[in-house]
C-alpha cells in the first residue's frame, strides 16, 4: 500500500480545507445563484425555477429612476458619514496625540460607542430625534438655537433625513477612526517631527509634509474600511426610517431588499446587487490606488 | 505665544467636550429607561428621572416572545463561535505559518469577503438553507452568522499567530511531535489568549447581526435584534420598553468589551494598521 508523505504543501490544503469548503458552500455559490438570479425572471414563492431573460433585469435596472436615485443616495450617504467620521476622527486623534499618555482615560471613554450594538444606536437617534419629544431638539430649543422643539423633522423632512440617519453610523464609528489613526500618530518616529521643526517648519508645513505622507497607508485602509461598511449600511437605517420617508433615505441595501422581500422582484433585484458589488470593488481599488499608490510613489 | 500650562488646558478642555457629547446618547438611553413609561415620553425631556423607577424593564416580562429571543440570540451566537473557532483556527495557522501561494490566494479572498453587502447572498442563502431544511433553525442563522465571522476570525487569528516564535514548533518537531501535534500541542494553548478575544468578537458580530437573522428566521428561532426592531411596529411605539430592551441587550456587549478593552482595541486596529 502506498504511503501518502505528509508534505508541508499537502498540510496546508488539508488545514485550509474545512474553512475553504465553508466558504465554498455559504459564501461563494450563494454569489454564483446571484449572479444566475440577475439572468433570470424568478419568483420569490418559485426560486428554483425561472425563465432565462438575458440582459433584461439589467437593462431594467440600469433604466430605473429609482434604481439610480438609491444609488445616488448611497453614494451620499457614504460621502456624509464618511467625511464627518474621518474629520471628527482625524481632529480626536491629533487631540490625544497631543495630550499623549494623559489621553488614556479619556480615550477609554471615547472608545465606548465602539461596543454599542448598531441596533440599539439606530433606536436610541430615533429616539433623540423625535421632533417634539426628542431631546436633541429639546436642547437646540433652550440653547436658543431653534423657536420651538417641533421646527426641525429630523426624520420626517425629505431633505434632512440622509443627514438625520446618518448620525448613528457617525457616532459609532467616529472613535474607531479616531483610535486606528492615533496609533498610526503613536508609530511615527519622533526624530521626523523634530527634524522637520530644525529646518523651520512649522505646525501647519510639518503636519503637511510630515504626518499626513507618513500616515497615508493608515488613512487608505480607514477610508476603505469604513467606506465598505458606510455604503453597504442597512440595520441602523432600516430600523430609523425603514428607507422614509417616501423613499428619502432608501439607499441601495434597502432598495434591494424591499425589491426582493417585499416585491418578489428577485431577478431584478439581484441585478442591482450584482451592479452594487461591481461598483463597490471597482471604487475600493480606485481608492486604494489614488491613496495608497500616490503616497508609495512619492515616497 | 500662549504658555504650555493654558494651551494644554485648552486642550484638556476641547477634549472632554468631545468626550461629553460622544458619552451623551448612551448615558442618557440608561436615564430613560429609569424613568417611568409616562415619564420617558414627557415634554419636555428630562436629562435625569425624577423618580427612579424599575417599570420599564418590569414591563418586559408582559411580552415572552421578546424574553425568548434572548434565549435564541445566545444559543446562535454560541453556536456560531464555535463553528467559527474550529475552521477559523486552521486556517489561520495556515496562513500565518507556511507561506504557500494557496495560502496567500486564501486571504486574498478572505479579504474580499469584506466587499460582500449581506443583502445580496441573503435571497441565495435563503434557498441554500431550505434546502438543507435549516430555516428557521438555529444552525441555520448560526452558519450564516458565520459566513461574516471565518473571514474575520481568520484575520484575526492569523495575526494573532503571526506573533508566536516559530522556534517553539520547531524545537516540539525535532522532539519528534507530528505536524497536527505541534498545532494541537503548541500553538492552540500558546495561541489560547488569542483565539479568546477571537471568540468574543464572533459572539459580539452574530449578537448584533441583523439582515440575516430577519431573512432566516421566523417565529422559532427570532433573534433578540429582530424581536426589538418588530416590537415597535406590532404594540405602537413603547419608547420606556423600547429603552430598557436596548439597555439589556447592549449589556452582554459592554460587559464583554470592558472586560477585554486593551485588546478589543488592538483587535479591531489590527488588521487595519498592519494592512
Known amino acids: ?288 490606488a489614488v491613496i495608497w499608490g500616490r503616497g508609495t510613489s512619492q515616497a | 505665544m500662549r504658555s504650555p500650562f493654558a494651551s494644554r488646558a485648552l486642550l484638556m478642555l476641547l477634549v472632554a467636550l468631545i468626550v461629553l457629547v460622544y458619552g451623551f446618547p448612551y448615558a442618557f438611553l440608561v436615564s430613560t429607561s429609569l424613568k417611568s413609561p409616562q415619564a420617558a415620553l414627557a415634554i419636555p425631556p428630562t436629562l435625569l428621572p425624577q423618580q427612579l423607577s424599575i417599570e420599564n424593564y418590569a414591563n418586559i416580562g408582559e411580552h415572552p416572545t421578546v424574553q425568548r429571543s434572548f434565549g435564541n440570540s445566545i444559543i446562535i451566537a454560541l453556536l456560531s463561535t464555535v463553528i467559527t473557532i474550529a475552521l477559523a483556527v486552521p486556517a489561520a495557522y495556515a496562513v500565518a505559518r507556511y507561506a504557500t501561494w494557496a495560502g496567500k490566494a486564501f486571504l486574498f479572498v478572505v479579504l474580499i469577503t469584506r466587499l460582500i453587502p449581506p443583502v445580496a447572498v441573503g435571497i441565495p442563502l435563503f434557498v441554500i438553507m431550505r434546502a438543507l431544511g435549516l430555516i428557521d433553525t438555529h444552525l441555520g442563522v448560526a452558519l450564516a452568522h458565520s459566513t461574516i465571522s471565518v473571514p474575520l476570525g481568520i484575520w484575526l487569528l492569523a495575526s494573532f499567530m503571526e506573533s508566536i516564535p516559530r522556534e517553539l514548533e520547531e524545537a516540539a518537531r525535532v522532539d519528534g511531535c507530528s505536524r497536527f501535534g505541534a498545532l494541537l500541542r503548541i500553538i492552540i494553548p500558546v495561541a489560547s489568549g488569542g483565539i479568546a478575544v477571537t471568540a468574543i468578537f464572533v459572539f459580539l458580530a452574530s449578537w448584533n447581526e441583523f439582515l440575516f437573522s430577519l431573512l432566516l428566521s421566523s417565529t422559532g428561532v427570532k433573534t433578540a435584534p429582530i424581536a426589538i426592531a418588530e416590537f415597535k411596529t406590532q404594540y405602537s411605539i413603547q419608547w420606556g420598553t423600547m429603552t430598557s430592551l436596548a439597555v439589556l441587550f447592549s449589556l452582554p456587549v459592554i460587559i464583554f468589551s470592558l472586560l477585554m478593552q486593551k485588546r478589543i482595541i488592538a483587535g479591531l486596529t489590527v488588521g487595519a494598521v498592519k494592512g
Open chain 1, 1 to 288: 500500500m502506498p504511503v501518502i508523505r505528509l508534505t508541508d504543501r499537502r498540510f496546508v490544503l488539508l488545514l485550509l480545507a474545512p474553512a475553504g469548503c465553508f466558504l465554498a458552500i455559504f459564501v461563494a455559490y450563494p454569489l454564483l445563484l446571484l449572479l444566475r438570479n440577475s439572468f433570470y425572471e424568478v419568483s420569490l414563492y418559485a426560486l428554483n425555477e425561472g425563465v432565462f431573460v438575458g440582459w433584461d433585469n439589467f437593462v431594467q435596472a440600469l433604466g430605473s429612476s429609482r434604481v439610480r436615485e438609491s444609488a445616488a443616495r448611497t453614494l451620499n450617504y457614504t460621502i456624509i458619514a464618511l467625511s464627518a467620521e474621518f474629520v471628527l476622527g482625524f481632529g480626536a486623534a491629533l487631540l490625544f496625540h497631543a495630550l499623549g499618555k494623559r489621553s488614556e482615560v479619556l480615550r477609554t471613554i471615547f472608545a465606548f460607542p465602539l461596543m454599542i450594538p448598531p441596533i440599539v444606536a439606530g433606536l436610541l437617534w430615533r429616539f433623540m430625534l423625535i421632533d417634539n419629544i426628542g431631546i436633541v431638539n429639546h436642547i437646540l430649543e433652550t440653547l436658543g438655537i431653534i423657536g420651538d422643539a417641533s421646527d426641525i423633522s429630523w426624520l420626517g423632512d425629505r431633505d434632512l433625513v440622509l443627514f438625520s440617519v446618518a448620525l448613528p453610523n457617525i457616532w459609532l464609528t467616529t472613535s474607531f477612526v479616531a483610535l486606528v489613526l492615533y496609533t498610526g500618530l503613536q508609530n511615527i518616529p519622533a526624530e521626523l517631527i523634530e527634524a522637520a521643526k530644525i529646518d523651520g517648519a512649522d505646525n501647519w508645513q510639518r503636519f503637511r509634509r510630515v504626518t499626513v505622507p507618513l500616515l497615508r497607508p493608515v488613512i487608505a485602509v480607514v477610508l476603505i474600511l469604513r467606506g465598505i461598511d458606510a455604503a453597504r449600511a442597512f440595520d441602523m437605517i432600516w430600523i430609523q426610517t425603514e428607507g422614509g420617508p417616501r423613499f428619502a433615505s432608501e439607499i441601495l441595501s434597502i432598495h434591494i431588499y424591499r425589491a426582493m422581500i417585499r416585491y418578489g422582484n428577485v431577478g431584478e433585484a439581484s441585478a442591482i446587487a450584482t451592479l452594487f458589488m461591481l461598483g463597490m470593488v471597482l471604487a475600493s481599488a480606485l481608492a486604494f
